[in-house]
């Protein structure tokens, strides 16, 4: 289990439930490549009924068949919508002013702009989206995820006034899976995470669900079986053999992790919606077995504590 919830992302959370009241139309951005996992669960407890634009981002990275399934699963939840853009694809992106202006009630627009808050984890690409609204360089932008520290005011065309927030994750990730799927795609620090760990998660995906990727990628006539012997065969492909033939594991995962998040493997959607629930179920039936299991540990040391008073 990743846990990673710093400080100023708590502060985020706070402002942004302060924020909300004066707010039309939600804008969260999610990575196409993992919706589920790039999802924020809080969002929306902070949205409540306010209509809610979920953004894939990076479509082009992702498995076009996937992520239309994953759209319309999204549109099933009352007042979403979602919409897939490009950053190669400026126009995809300009789309959204409309949009938003057209989710504003004709009575709240005559009063004040279409007031949007836009918001996503660390490293989805929302500080690109902004600069690309506004047509200029306005928020910073970079792979180090969580660069916006504090929220901010911006006046686009189609009277959409935009407020930007900073990414924040949650306090626990869960499942466990998802912050593997994060990982993979950057949203978590370095330092939180070890690449091999992340590259045999990566690894054990691909061989089940893009196996002609992995081989075309790194030219391998069969696959192996396991996740340590793919790393391993993509080592001896890529050079990260040294003496006596040994594969230095790290080199070889840290080099896939790199290739996958610069898009080199293709397009490739890392969760599907029937995956995702499994998950989600298992998740919350292992969660129910440590509470029984806990509360039967309590009523042992109380039992204990009575046996010794006597």
Same mark, same amino acid.
């Given at each position: 289990m990743i846990n990673w919830f710093p400080g100023h992302m708590h502060k985020a959370r706070k402002d942004i439930a302060e924020v909300?009241? @004066?707010? !039309?139309?939600?804008?969260?951005?999610? !990575?196409?490549?993992?919706p589920f996992s790039s999802?924020?669960?809080?969002?929306?407890?902070?949205?409540?009924?306010?209509?809610?634009?979920?953004?894939?981002?990076?479509?082009?990275?992702?498995?076009?068949? +996937?992520? @239309?399934i994953w759209i319309e699963k999204?549109?099933?939840?009352?007042?979403?919508?979602?919409?897939?853009v490009s950053q190669e694809r400026p126009e995809q992106i300009r789309a959204l002013l409309p949009l938003c202006e057209s989710l504003v009630p004709e009575k709240l627009r005559s009063i004040h702009p279409a007031r949007a808050m836009i918001m996503g984890i660390p490293n989805v690409g929302k500080s690109t989206i902004i600069n690309t609204l506004a047509g200029r360089t306005i928020a910073k932008t970079g792979n180090e995820a969580g660069i916006t520290k504090s @929220?901010?005011?911006?006046? +686009?065309d189609n009277?959409?006034?935009?407020? !930007?927030?900073?990414?924040?994750?949650?306090?626990?990730?869960t499942p466990p899976s998802c912050g593997f799927r994060l990982a993979i795609t950057g949203a978590i620090k370095e330092t939180v995470y070890d690449y091999g760990e992340i590259a045999f998660f990566a690894a054990d995906y691909l061989y089940q669900f893009y196996p002609d990727t992995l081989k075309n990628r790194y030219q391998l006539e069969t696959l192996p079986d396991n996740d340590q012997e793919i790393i391993e065969a993509i080592g001896i492909k890529?050079?990260?053999?040294?003496k006596g033939g040994r594969v230095d594991l790290q080199k070889a995962s840290t080099l896939l992790i790199n290739e996958i998040r610069a898009g080199l493997l293709g397009r490739i959607t890392w969760e599907t919606p029937s995956m995702v629930q499994d998950e989600i179920i298992k998740a919350e039936a292992e969660d129910l077995k440590k509470a029984e299991e806990k509360e039967a540990r309590d009523r042992e040391r109380k039992l204990k504590t009575k046996k010794n008073r006597r």
């Open positions: 909300m009241p @004066q707010i !039309d139309v939600v804008i969260e951005v999610i !990575d196409a490549r993992i999802e924020n669960p809080l969002v929306p407890s902070l949205r409540g009924d306010k209509p809610l634009i979920k953004l894939f981002n990076k479509a082009d990275l992702a498995d076009p068949e +996937l992520t @239309q999204m549109e099933q939840e009352s007042g979403v919508k979602a919409i897939a @929220q901010q005011k911006i006046k +686009l009277n959409v006034l935009l407020t !930007d927030t900073p990414g924040f994750l949650w306090p626990k990730l890529r050079g990260c053999a040294g």
